[in-house]
């Protein structure tokens, strides 16, 4: 009989596919190539700062949050406002609703501008989120690898690459055990825009 070991270097939770929904193309390469035009030139780019420990970090992508009346969005403890839908976002807002039956108020929208924008290892959990939060994810432009890994046992990992026009639904218990990130690339990188359409609950 072999040692016994707490730790086994050999076991890995493997990822749970029904946490996802994934549609390649679900926007046209036209459809894509338009809206990343309009949001590239008209979305109220902001460069915002973010709490690390007891420091204060510029946040390495910008970022603009479009919604309605009830989603009100506070990003890193900083009340932002909220740009009113546009015709555009509201439509896909609707057709993304329509075709997979879920429900969103605002969306949060990211520039990487190149190589050396990224989102760091974080869950999307909060309690304005609700338990079980869907979040349906577009994405424009530069394809990145989109990697997950198991929040309490990092070696698990997942990683799939988003590409333009593709759509990523992440759902059930996923915020809950598994995190996500865009990590920086070594390898020169033109402009990703990703929109998150999310559901704030009203407190
Ligand atoms: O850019 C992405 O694909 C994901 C962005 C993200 O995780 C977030 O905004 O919470
Ligand atoms: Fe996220």
Redesign the pocket.
């Given at each position: 009989m072999g040692q016994l070991s707490l730790f086994d270097a050999e076991e890995f939770y493997e990822f749970p596919k029904d946490l996802l929904e994934y549609r390649e193309n679900f926007l046209s390469s036209k459809e894509a190539d338009e809206l990343k035009d309009i949001l590239l030139k008209t979305a109220p780019w902001e460069q915002r700062t973010q709490k690390m420990y007891d420091k204060t970090v510029v946040t390495p992508?910008l970022?603009a949050w479009y919604g309605g009346n009830d989603s009100s969005y506070d990003l890193d403890g900083n009340v932002s406002g909220t740009n009113p839908w546009t015709p555009e976002l509201y439509a896909l807002k609707e057709r993304i609703e329509k075709e997979f039956g879920y429900k969103f108020n605002g969306v949060?929208l990211?520039l990487?501008r190149d190589n050396n924008d990224s989102?760091a290892w974080?869950r999307?959990k909060e309690s304005r989120y609700g338990k079980c939060p869907v979040?349906a994810?577009i994405?424009l432009g530069q394809t990145?690898n989109?990697d997950f890994r198991k929040k309490d046992h990092h070696q698990s990992k997942y990683s799939l690459p988003?590409p333009h026009g593709s759509l990523?639904i992440m759902k059930g218990d996923l915020q809950e055990n598994w995190e996500?990130?865009?990590a920086k690339s070594i390898i020169a990188m033109k402009e990703?825009i990703?929109l998150?359409f999310r559901l704030i609950l009203n407190r």
């Open positions: 992508r970022t949060l990211n990487y989102v974080h999307d979040i994810s994405s990145r989109f988003l990523l996500h990130r865009i990703r990703n998150t």
